[in-house]
Nanobody, 130 residues
């Protein structure tokens, strides 16, 4: 069983920064893929940033490239999301997720999907005011 607990959310003005953390416990494999998803009210949950545990390869959705950075600690049980130059459209509940990675071919052709991840945290709220 895997448990994920997020922290670090809050309210910030546009242009500001936040750092989210996600602590994992239980049967976590070093080769897991990890992700940050977010969901705004009335919207679908969307993938924001992904990291492949085996080699640290990262992937980002276009809207956050150059502003957000996903990383892990050396134990591969703590996931971070450094968010800089925040915009009002970054507002939402942010969720940490983990699971075995989809195939490399699948990632190349269609990217990561919400259904690739079976373990989820409860979420942490990020509110950016303009």
């Amino acid at each position: 069983q895997v448990q994920l607990v997020e922290s670090g959310g809050g309210s910030v003005e546009a242009g500001g920064s936040l750092r989210l953390s996600c602590v994992g416990s239980g049967d976590i494999y070093g080769s897991y893929c990890w992700a940050w998803f977010r969901q705004a009210p009335g919207e679908e949950r969307e993938g924001v940033a992904f990291i492949e545990g085996a080699d640290g390869t990262t992937h980002y959705t276009n809207s956050v490239k150059g502003r957000f950075r996903i990383s892990q600690d050396s134990t591969k049980r703590i996931l971070y999301l450094q968010m800089d130059s925040l915009k009002s459209e970054d507002t939402g509940m942010y969720y940490c997720a983990a699971d075995f990675c989809p195939s490399a071919a699948a990632v190349r052709t269609r990217g990561f999907r919400r259904t690739d991840f079976g373990y989820w945290g409860q979420g942490t709220q990020v509110t950016v005011s303009s």
